[in-house]
């Protein structure tokens, strides 16, 4: 996510407050790696966040996969097949259904 429109200091924003950011590319490697150390960096500091119960997808992902044989991360030509098969099947440790979490546009 990319903020639009720097911040505001009095009154409501005009227009859009935020965008997606068209350079964010999950499906390579570099950025599979680092969504999972960015979840694995905040378990341990759960409590200071005041975070309940910490879920993150890639977390489930990535077990998900080991359980499957394959490895993390994946390659980017095979990232969307699998994740889309991922959230299509898997209940996440959290008992969330990982379809919740993630949306893809075709």
């Given at each position: 996510?990319?903020?639009?429109?720097?911040?505001?200091?009095?009154?409501?924003?005009?227009?859009?407050?935020w965008a997606y950011n068209p350079a964010f590319n999950m499906e390579t490697p570099v950025v599979q790696r680092h969504l999972l150390a960015t979840c694995q960096g905040l378990e341990p500091r759960a409590d200071e966040m005041f975070i309940s119960s910490p879920s993150c997808w890639i977390v489930d992902f990535r077990s998900w996969l080991k359980q499957k044989g394959l490895l993390f991360p994946t390659r980017a030509?095979?990232?969307?097949?699998?994740?889309?098969?991922?959230?299509?099947?898997y209940i996440m440790e959290s008992g969330t259904f990982a379809s919740d979490m993630l949306w893809f546009d075709d």
């Open positions: 996510l990319e903020v639009q429109g720097g911040p505001r200091l009095l009154g409501k924003p005009k227009g859009a407050t030509s095979g990232f969307s097949a699998l994740a889309k098969t991922f959230t299509e099947k």
